[in-house]
């Protein structure tokens, strides 16, 4: 494996009454002012606003908002944000929501610090050098950033979405009670499922030599998504689903699976370009891409797809050789985003040929992607063009 620090800032507070019992303790270490960031008003209608407000009001603290985060959360409003942090003497930013109003506050909490536009991080010409303290209050499970630094912010101007974020950046505290996600819709609970899937695999599929460990690590979390989705995304109330995807969630993105290994993102980075210009789900988009990925770089080390195949899926591997067993890995791949209900083609988002020359262009504008397999243009174009 590869030599490898570690270190986790995040307190994790999970399971029912946890906020009702420490989100005021918590808030309060930072200060007395707080930006509150959230989405489309879910959290409204589901009660869990007025309860958070509730507990700052009785703990004397002064609260701004900042409502209306975008899916894929805009530069915009994270320049917002920024605006307000500023003026108001922000202590504390509190991100109540998922993965997208969580990138949101953390480009918010390094904008905040930065002396330039915050922009500049994510086109890496400028490096963070500070943020605000930020909290978390997940109602999605998906994307893991509850317990990581990192963030994706689109520039929907120039239709560019990039990753960013810094050591600044861990959440101090999040709160992660799965009866917050019950009234998250289907097609989110598909999403959500399908992205903390793909973290999943970006991690699997490295080239580090001698991994045992973290291959059994990942592969266990696979097997706890592949195991436990369809009954959560048919039961959307039922506590002991919910909770065990919001853990998978947060374990698949945490770091603490994939320790000593380089991942490989390459669909992450052509998923970026696919919802920069069409605005789609990010889980959606992942859901497309990764068969036809893993169909295009197999013969890399089938072996490693014989083992997803053995390992998570059950697959007798008597009579059958290492490339049968890939093939059959990559096809039960397929077959458990359908069972769930998760787009297939780039069709199902009326994505044609049109921008598929631009996207693989911009997938490589840094460098090739990928480390599993290193992928130029050209491979990214093929790629898109199977997923069509």
Same mark, same amino acid.
């Given at each position: 494996m590869n030599s490898f620090r570690f270190q986790n800032p995040t307190a994790l507070y999970y399971g029912k009454g946890q906020i009702e019992e420490y989100l005021a303790a918590e808030v309060t270490k930072f200060g007395k002012?707080?930006?509150?960031?959230? *989405?489309?008003?879910?959290?409204?209608?589901?009660?869990?606003y007025d309860k958070v407000m509730g507990i700052l009001r009785r703990a004397g603290v002064t609260v701004h908002e900042l409502p209306g985060v975008e899916p894929n959360p805009r530069l915009t409003t994270v320049y917002k944000g920024i605006d307000i942090c500023r003026n108001e003497g922000v202590d504390?930013?509190?991100?109540?929501?998922?993965?997208?109003?969580?990138?949101?506050?953390?480009a918010i909490a390094m904008g905040t610090k930065y002396d330039g536009d915050v922009w500049e991080i994510y086109e890496r010409r400028g490096t963070a050098t500070g943020a605000l303290p930020l909290g978390t209050i997940l109602t999605l499970a998906a994307t893991g950033s509850e317990m990581n630094s990192g963030g994706v912010i689109t520039n929907w101007e120039t239709k560019e979405k990039l990753g960013g974020g810094s050591?600044?950046?861990?959440?101090?505290?999040?709160?992660?009670?799965?009866? &917050?996600?019950?009234?998250?819709?289907?097609?989110?609970?598909?999403?959500?499922?399908?992205?903390m899937l793909a973290h999943s695999f970006e991690h699997y599929f490295h080239p580090t030599e001698h991994?045992?460990?973290?291959?059994?690590?990942?592969?266990?979390?696979?097997?706890?998504?592949?195991? &436990?989705?369809?009954?959560?995304?048919?039961?959307?109330?039922?506590?002991?689903?919910?909770?065990?995807? !919001?853990?998978?969630?947060t374990m698949a993105l945490? *770091?603490?699976?994939? !320790? *000593?290994?380089?991942g490989d993102w390459a669909c992450h980075a052509m998923e970026h370009e696919l919802s920069a210009i069409y605005d789609i789900p990010h889980g959606g988009g992942l859901a497309i891409l990764f068969?036809?990925? !893993?169909?295009?770089?197999?013969?890399? &080390?089938?072996?490693?797809?014989? &083992?997803?195949?053995?390992?998570?899926?059950?697959?007798?591997?008597a009579g059958k050789s290492v490339e049968e067993l890939a093939k059959m890995a990559i096809e039960k791949v397929r077959e458990f985003y359908a069972s769930i209900g998760a787009p297939q083609r780039l069709a199902d988002y009326d994505i044609g040929r049109e921008n598929l020359e631009r996207m693989a262009e911009q997938a490589v504008r840094f460098r090739p992607i990928g480390n599993f397999k290193t992928l130029e243009k050209d491979d990214v174009l093929k790629i898109l063009q199977s997923s069509l």
């Open positions: 002012t707080v930006l509150l960031v959230y *989405g489309g008003g879910s959290i409204q209608r589901n009660g869990l504390l930013i509190l991100a109540v929501g998922g993965g997208s109003v969580i990138d949101c506050s953390k050591p600044y950046t861990f959440p101090a505290f999040s709160f992660c009670d799965p009866e &917050n996600t019950y009234t998250v819709p289907k097609d989110q609970t598909v999403y959500g499922i399908c992205d991994t045992p460990l973290q291959q059994h690590l990942i592969e266990a979390v696979i097997s706890t998504i592949v195991e &436990n989705a369809k009954f959560a995304v048919d039961h959307p109330d039922d506590y002991n689903a919910r909770e065990t995807m !919001m853990y998978c969630s945490n *770091g603490m699976i994939n !320790m *000593g290994v380089q068969p036809h990925w !893993m169909d295009y770089v197999m013969n890399t &080390n089938p072996e490693r797809f014989a &083992n997803l195949a053995t390992r998570v899926f059950h697959v007798d591997s």
